[in-house]
């Protein structure tokens, strides 16, 4: 297949056929070349474009610690192993930002100050903040500038240093668990009893495009979901269907469901 067949069959919008037409020169290029290469860092659907685009590569996605969300889609050719990637000389670096502990900081503080300097999005990983504290992924690239250049977030001044990956400290997700039971696996039932709305206002935000299931926007609320799917709905949070269990007397299905708080 083509390069732009390719592209077709992966992307959903104009901005995804621009967004792969640099990943497929970068990578397939890279790949043709035996040398290593890597994109900017991808959010989980673009991820998951990347992997529909190019599912022949043996491409390792990398973002700094395992499960990070953000990640760099790497072609690694022969000589390097995935080992390779978390070196100091590797393509993520990772900044610590300290900050008076009683300043109650956000993630969204953090990324507009890094947006306010003129940094690509696509050059900021995950960002994890803590009280006081504040530890994010970048590309190597940006590195210095970032460490010169990036003062404070708001109002608050900000103290940076350059930590090894190792190093990173990321908060603990915190979940709670929901058993309930639905009439069926249908999207819209379980959005129904992951946030408590009946089924009418989950099929109106599955129409508006607000709901993705393992990362892709769906906009078929009667979509039969499997055991492990994830489903984020904008402006609600995400869960997990962790476990699908019997039926019950009344032709119910009994399902364990995992929110994040």
């Not at 890094?114 to 995950?126: A, P, Y």
């Not at 900000?158 to 058993?179: C, F, G």
């Not at 099929?203 to 990362?215: E, H, K, M, P, T």
Request: hydrophobic share 40%; charged share 25%.
């Amino acid at each position: 297949m083509d390069k732009q067949r390719c592209i077709a069959a992966a992307a959903e919008t104009e901005e995804d056929r621009l967004l792969l037409a640099r990943i497929y020169d970068k990578l397939t290029r890279a790949a043709g070349r035996e040398i290593f290469a890597c994109t900017g860092f991808l959010s989980p659907r673009e991820q998951v474009l990347t992997r529909r685009l190019l599912p022949h590569l043996p491409l390792v996605f990398f973002g700094g610690c395992e499960g990070a969300e953000r990640c760099m889609a790497c072609y690694l050719p022969e000589y390097m192993t995935e080992a390779d990637l978390s070196l100091p000389e590797g393509p993520v670096a990772a900044v610590r930002a300290g900050y008076y502990e009683k300043d109650a900081l956000t993630h969204r503080d953090f990324l507009g100050s890094l947006m306010g300097l003129g940094i690509k999005r696509e050059t900021v990983g995950d960002i994890y903040v803590s009280q006081g504290q504040c530890d994010f992924f970048v590309a190597q690239q940006v590195l210095p500038y970032l460490l010169e250049n990036l003062t404070c977030a708001g109002r608050t001044k900000l103290h940076l240093t350059h930590v090894a990956l190792s190093e990173v400290q990321r908060p603990v997700a915190e979940k709670r668990e929901i058993r309930d039971t639905v009439p069926s696996l249908r999207l819209d039932c379980l959005i129904g009893a992951a946030f408590s709305m009946a089924r009418g206002p989950a099929a109106q935000l599955i129409a508006a495009g607000r709901v993705a299931v393992n990362d892709l926007v769906c906009l078929k609320g009667d979509r039969q979901l499997h055991q492990g799917d994830r489903i984020s709905v904008r402006g609600f949070g995400k869960v997990r269907l962790s476990v699908i269990g019997g039926t019950t007397r009344k032709g119910r299905i009994s399902v364990v469901i995992e929110r994040w708080i």
